[in-house]
């Protein structure tokens, strides 16, 4: 189901994208033109992932939104989020469970009012309040602070950068093989299209290297943001008991982005979140 959904989403995107540049009579053999379908193709992406990213992630995650509580828990659980969601002067998220014994949570949503706040099972019943409370307050920060709008944003720009940088490239070395060939044929559409998609992939782990490097800057808010709204105890303890074990999941990567903790990597420079020691040492400092 869920790569069917991300299928879905990738062929509407194009489609999308498609019809606008047919609207626009946009001619990607010049510069301008070319400039013009990476942006469509950069920022339309980004934003229409942004703009089904609350959908994407009930139905990917399988978040069951709480309408009525079913317990104490679940009780406790939103009205918390609403006691610091009218804090940080934003509307009440929608408050979501999803099941899975990892310690999780994120946010995400297309506006700062338009938001979901989820956390797995295992966090709800796995956590102390104190805890708990420091995570949605880190989430409910990442809410407040505009990131999914700001995140979406950065994507569009490096998304534009990849798809434009990679087609000029391959231009360039497709003259340079035609002016050395008798033919002058160049590259040929085949051998083209594949300089093209190694470049593509090459400027693609340059582009998330940026987005990773803004998105850490982001957790390091998110926190600070969350002290003033828990605590900074609270805080500092949440983050403790998540550095007790793994909490990476299968999420996707725009919910992974702003969630409490990302998955690990060999290098920092690929990471979406700082490490939890750099982060609990930034709030003490602090």
């Known amino acids: 189901m869920r790569i069917f959904l991300l299928i879905a989403t990738n062929m509407a995107i194009l489609l999308v994208a498609s019809i ?16 013009v379908f990476a942006a469509i193709f950069g920022f339309g992406g980004a934003f229409l992932s942004l703009a089904i990213s609350k959908w994407m992630a009930k139905k990917t995650m399988g978040c069951e939104v709480i309408t009525t509580p ?13 006691r610091q969601a009218e804090q940080a002067g934003i509307k009440m998220p929608e408050v979501a469970i999803y099941q899975s014994e990892e310690l ?31 995570v949605l307050a880190h989430e409910v920060s990442h809410v407040a602070n ?3 709008v700001t995140l979406t944003l950065i994507q569009g720009v490096v998304n534009t950068f990849v798809i434009f940088a990679a087609r000029v490239v391959a231009g360039i070395i497709n003259n340079f093989v035609a002016s050395n060939d008798e033919e002058g044929e ?4 085949f051998a083209y299209m594949g300089v093209v998609f190694v470049l593509d992939m090459l400027f693609g782990i340059l582009a998330s290297m940026i987005v990773a490097y803004f998105s850490r800057i982001r957790e390091f808010k998110a926190d600070e943001g969350a002290a003033k709204l828990a605590g900074k105890d609270k805080m500092i303890a949440a983050l403790e008991r998540l550095r007790q074990g793994p909490a990476t999941g299968a999420m996707p990567a725009q919910m992974s982005a702003l969630g409490i903790n990302g998955k690990k990597s060999m290098s920092e420079l690929m990471m979406s979140h700082p490490p939890l020691e750099k982060r609990i040492a930034a709030l003490r400092a602090s």
């Open 20 to 35: 606008v540049m047919s609207l626009l009579g946009v001619n990607t053999s010049t510069m301008g033109g070319l400039l």
């Open 70 to 82: 079913r317990d104490n828990t679940e009780r406790w659980l939103v009205e918390t989020v609403a």
């Open 104 to 134: 999780i949570a994120f946010a995400t949503g297309p506006s700062k009012d338009k938001a979901l706040v989820a956390v797995s099972s295992g966090l709800l019943y796995g956590m102390s309040q104190d805890e708990i409370e420091g």
């Open 146 to 148: 505009g990131d999914m």
């Open 186 to 189: 160049g590259l040929g559409m």
